[in-house]
């Protein structure tokens, strides 16, 4: 095996950065803002310190994405009732009323990336994309590099 | 179709970092100076242009990842002759010695998240990463924004 799955994510992701930044122009986002925003979207109210978690996202830079979504009218920020020091994240009526333009915006990349595709690739795309997704959420990615994978595959 | 690439592929990367930055410790390399590093292996003497370019970063971080790799001792700047305002980026002996290492830690990440997937899984997996990377790269993609796509598939 030859190909890297981290050389070729990468690209994509740096593309895509571009893309959104592009795109969510007209709503006053920039692309680092969005996958909190995502987030959110799927569970509003969380955290500050789950959203770091999920999003794999340190936290000072969780506090400062946060902070700027809130400044743009997109977040506000409650204390928990069950533990004054956490703060919870929701949306704002804004961020509601603007999540399936949002939404669509992140549509439209997969439709251009996929759009040679016949159903059949489609199908297996988003199964092996998932599949690894949901691998390297659960690794526990510092002891990674400790283990000597004697695989050569 | 729901999936979307662009949330698959940022969580994939935002794990990804994590995984690189750990296993590129004892190199005394991060994550962000990986794609500088992996594109100079392949184009040696690439101008700092041409690289901030094909990476799609822009020139100033470009410019301090090149500066900051320099400083550890992996790259060398030197003045192009045929124009003088322009750098071209070289490996040093140190960063060729290491070449096998380095991308050796990108292939145990590809071997982790595909370790489950059957020869057939892995070669449509990188035809289609292969296909989707190359027509990111290919795009306009400061004009795909403007662009209404009809097909909602």
Redesign the interface.
């Known amino acids: 095996?030859n190909?890297?799955?981290?050389?070729?994510?990468?690209?994509?992701?740096?593309?895509?950065?571009?893309?959104?930044n592009?795109?969510l122009?007209p709503f006053g986002l920039t692309a680092s803002e969005?996958?909190v925003l995502?987030c959110l979207f799927g569970n509003d109210g969380v955290s500050q310190e789950d959203l770091s978690c999920f999003?794999?996202?340190d936290k000072a830079s969780t506090a400062r994405t946060v902070q700027s979504l809130v400044d743009k009218g997109f977040l506000t920020k409650e204390k928990d009732p069950s533990d004054r020091r956490a703060n919870r994240i929701l949306l704002t009526a804004r961020a509601l009323r603007q999540k399936e333009e949002i939404g669509e915006?992140?549509?439209?990349?997969?439709?251009?990336?996929?759009?040679?595709?016949g159903e059949e690739?489609?199908t297996?795309?988003?199964r092996?994309?998932?599949?690894?997704?949901r691998?390297?959420?659960t690794?526990d990615?510092?002891e990674?590099?400790k283990v000597d994978?004697e695989?050569?595959?």
């Open positions: 095996m190909g890297s799955v981290g050389r070729l994510v990468s690209i994509l992701y740096r593309k895509q950065q571009v893309y959104l592009g795109a122009k969005l996958p995502s999003l794999s996202i915006v992140l549509q439209r990349w997969t439709r251009f990336l996929t759009e040679d595709f690739s489609l297996v795309l988003f092996l994309l998932e599949e690894m997704a691998k390297a959420s690794a990615l510092r990674l590099d994978d695989k050569n595959g």
